[in-house]
């Protein structure tokens, strides 16, 4: 998981765009099967300024880049993620 991501999600929370029972299932989920979280480095910022990503959200380009820097695959449900091509992803 992205370290940009655990930001991500906590917005999302203060916004009421997803429940305290979907952000807490989230980090609960993370403790019980051990995602590892990937801090943010100097390529996957690099990367994340690409310009054949389509994203225009920097914590969408962030997160491609860091799937993209260490060959993983999202579940994500962002059509433009999975229009680009870039990641292979689930949901």
Request: glycine letters at 4%; proline letters at 3%.
């Amino acid at each position: 998981m992205a370290d940009i991501s655990l930001l991500e999600v906590s917005l999302l929370l203060e916004k009421s765009r997803i429940s305290a029972h979907v952000f807490t299932a989230v980090f609960l989920e993370r403790r019980i099967v051990g995602i590892e979280v990937l801090p943010l480095t100097v390529e996957i910022a690099a990367g994340a300024a690409r310009p054949s990503l389509p994203q225009a959200e920097l914590f969408d380009c962030l997160i491609v880049s860091t799937a993209i820097e260490h060959q993983l695959v999202l579940i994500a449900r962002d059509r433009a993620i999975t229009a680009s091509g870039l990641v292979g992803t689930l949901w």
